[in-house]
């Protein structure tokens, strides 16, 4: 091997070694998020049912995941952008990075503008009480608060969570990571102390839902007038064509996501509508704690989409198919041992926390922690294909589970209750998402090799 040779062989690992680097930051300091993130909630559960009631707390929470389906509402500008930056990573192109950034931003306050003009309109117009099955004197009197606290934080997000996409586009996720963990200290902070006050307990839900908004507008204040000033978005720089290259890939992600976010998101609400939102109230508990079991899903699959990018781009195939098998096989391992061991020690524990004010039967929290070992096995593999700009076909994928699982899942909770609505989503994920996706990733590999 002669000398260029050589020096491009030992770049290759450098870089190599560089990108592996940065997925561990990520992914230990994801971890650490993704703990924070459930456990934090769990502890604002106990303070937030005895001031509000078991019954307000499931109508938060039915609230809440209705509206789950703001996640789309940036039109997958963010994930275009994501998608865009993993490629730019490396090439040190910060006016092309400004530019996308900057076009990008201005596209979703625009979004936000018109979401926050809409529903202003028509809040008053929407019978809320209806909407969401409030029963009891207590509920019906608070529901259109509630509403309202939720769905102005989830509007204020839309721009302010672009920094996020390009923190994880750059290969940065860690940054992101503390941030969200600082997101989630401050909300437990000021439940507390809210709920030491003599005022109405509705400002609970408020401070919990605006402490996210003020934690992304201080990380976006940082993250571009500090950290990277060379990329900070700016008006003048906004560009129509760069923004609609960037919608043309978000697109697909924003149709994947109202797919998956409907698919995977409202079982709360299904509960809510077939029994009552007394069970939404375990459910979401069990549901939670059933995250705390999946955090390595997220701990090891969410930096590989960036790392992903940018190795295909570089043609870094091996890597890629080594590393998403590792991942693959921790993830599930973590995940399988942690579920397990909940299923044997976990209920004392919930109940000595919760005085037994709650009970999560054990049938609805196996079924919880089954989903998320399945999602961590196969997370990595979604992650290739994202990476390698296979977004049509999981839509399609979705396009068949989602519909399927919702009417399914709401049938057989009205025959059989609500305890069956985790293992019909789980059994119909297997079958539908998981298997299909597996397969197709196999393909890349073999088409790559």
Same mark, same amino acid.
């Given at each position: 091997?002669?000398?260029?040779?050589?020096?491009?062989?030992?770049?290759?690992?450098?870089?190599?070694?560089?990108?592996?680097?940065?997925?561990?930051?990520?992914?230990?300091?994801?971890?650490?998020?993704?703990?924070?993130?459930?456990?934090?909630?769990?502890i604002?559960?106990?303070?937030?049912?005895?001031?509000?009631?078991?019954?307000?707390?499931?109508?938060?929470m039915?609230?809440?995941?209705?509206?789950?389906?703001?996640?789309?509402?940036?039109?997958?500008?963010?994930?275009?952008?994501?998608?865009?930056?993993?490629?730019?990573?490396?090439?040190?192109?910060?006016?092309e990075? &400004?530019?996308?950034?900057?076009?990008?931003?201005? *596209? $979703?306050? @625009? !979004?936000? /503008?018109? +979401?926050?003009? #809409?529903?202003?309109?028509?809040?008053?117009?929407?019978?809320?009480?209806?909407?969401?099955?409030?029963?009891?004197? &207590?509920?019906?009197?608070?529901?259109?608060?509630? *509403? $309202?606290? @939720? !769905?102005? /934080?989830? +509007?204020?997000? #839309?721009?302010?969570?672009?920094?996020?996409?390009?923190?994880?586009?750059?290969?940065?996720?860690?940054?992101?990571?503390?941030w969200?963990?600082?997101?989630?200290?401050?909300? $437990?902070?000021? !439940?507390?102390?809210?709920?030491?006050?003599?005022?109405?307990?509705?400002?609970?839900?408020?401070?919990?839902?605006?402490?996210?908004?003020?934690?992304?507008?201080?990380?976006?204040?940082?993250?571009?007038?500090?950290?990277?000033?060379?990329?900070?978005?700016?008006?003048?720089?906004?560009?129509?064509?760069?923004?609609?290259?960037?919608?043309?890939?978000g697109?697909?992600?924003?149709?994947?996501?109202?797919?998956?976010?409907?698919?995977?998101?409202?079982?709360?609400?299904?509960?809510?509508?077939?029994?009552?939102?007394?069970?939404?109230?375990?459910?979401?508990?069990?549901?939670?704690?059933?995250?705390?079991?999946?955090?390595?899903?997220?701990?090891?699959?969410?930096?590989?989409?960036?790392?992903?990018?940018e190795?295909l781009?570089?043609?870094?195939?091996?890597?890629?198919?080594?590393?998403?098998?590792?991942?693959?096989?921790?993830?599930?391992g973590?995940?399988?041992?942690?579920?397990?061991?909940?299923?044997?020690?976990?209920?004392?524990?919930?109940?000595?926390?919760?005085?037994?004010?709650?009970?999560?039967?054990?049938?609805?929290?196996?079924?919880?922690?089954?989903?998320?070992?399945?999602?961590?096995?196969?997370?990595?593999?979604?992650?290739?294909?994202?990476?390698?700009?296979?977004?049509?076909?999981?839509?399609?994928?979705?396009?068949?589970?989602?519909?399927?699982?919702?009417?399914?899942?709401?049938?057989?909770?009205?025959?059989?209750?609500?305890?069956?609505?985790?293992?019909?989503?789980?059994?119909?994920?297997?079958?539908?998402?998981?298997?299909?996706?597996?397969?197709?990733?196999?393909?890349?590999?073999t088409?790559?090799?």
């Open positions: 091997m002669d000398l260029e040779g050589k020096i491009n062989k030992a770049k290759k690992i450098f870089k190599q070694d560089e990108r592996t680097k940065r997925i561990a930051l990520t992914a230990i300091t994801s971890a650490l998020s993704r703990v924070l993130s459930i456990l934090v909630p769990l604002i559960v106990r303070i937030a049912i005895e001031r509000l009631g078991a019954e307000t707390y499931g109508l938060w039915t609230v809440t995941a209705f509206f789950s389906l703001f996640t789309f509402a940036d039109l997958g500008l963010g994930s275009g952008l994501q998608t865009k930056l993993s490629r730019l990573h490396g090439s040190k192109d910060n006016r990075a &400004q530019m996308l950034i900057s076009s990008s931003l201005m *596209v $979703l306050t @625009v !979004v936000a /503008s018109v +979401i926050l003009l #809409v529903f202003c309109l028509l809040f008053s117009e929407v019978n809320w009480i209806k909407v969401m099955n409030a029963e009891s004197e &207590q509920t019906i009197t608070v529901v259109a608060t509630v *509403v $309202l606290a @939720v !769905v102005l /934080s989830k +509007i204020a997000n #839309v721009p302010l969570g672009l920094v996020q996409r390009t923190q994880y586009g750059f290969q940065e996720g860690y940054i992101s990571n503390i969200n963990g600082a997101s989630s200290i401050l909300s $437990l902070i000021i !439940v507390y102390l809210l709920a030491q006050l003599s005022i109405a307990p509705i400002w609970i839900i408020w401070g919990s839902s605006f402490a996210p908004v003020f934690v992304a507008a201080v990380n976006h204040f940082a993250y571009f007038n500090i950290q990277h000033p060379e990329i900070k978005p700016r008006l003048l720089l906004f560009r129509r064509n760069e923004a609609f290259n960037i919608l043309n890939i697109f697909q992600f924003m149709i994947l996501s109202i797919l998956t976010t409907i698919g995977l998101s409202m079982d709360s609400y299904i509960i809510a509508q077939t029994s009552s939102l007394e069970n939404v109230t375990p459910y979401s508990i069990g549901y939670r704690i059933a995250m705390v079991m999946g955090a390595a899903t997220i701990m090891l699959s969410t930096p590989l989409w960036a790392a992903n990018g190795a781009s570089k043609k870094d195939f091996s890597w890629v198919r080594k590393t998403t098998k590792k991942m693959s096989r921790m993830s599930l973590v995940t399988l041992l942690g579920s397990i061991i909940f299923l044997v020690f976990g209920s004392h524990l919930i109940d000595l926390w919760l005085n037994n004010n709650v009970k999560i039967p054990f049938l609805l929290m196996a079924g919880l922690l089954l989903m998320q070992i399945v999602q961590s096995f196969i997370s990595p593999y979604f992650m290739v294909l994202n990476g390698a700009g296979i977004v049509k076909k999981q839509i399609i994928l979705f396009s068949i589970y989602t519909p399927v699982s919702l009417c399914i899942k709401y049938y057989l909770s009205i025959q059989f209750g609500f305890l069956v609505v985790p293992w019909i989503g789980v059994i119909l994920y297997t079958l539908l998402i998981a298997l299909p996706t597996y397969i197709l990733a196999k393909k890349v590999y088409d790559i090799k």
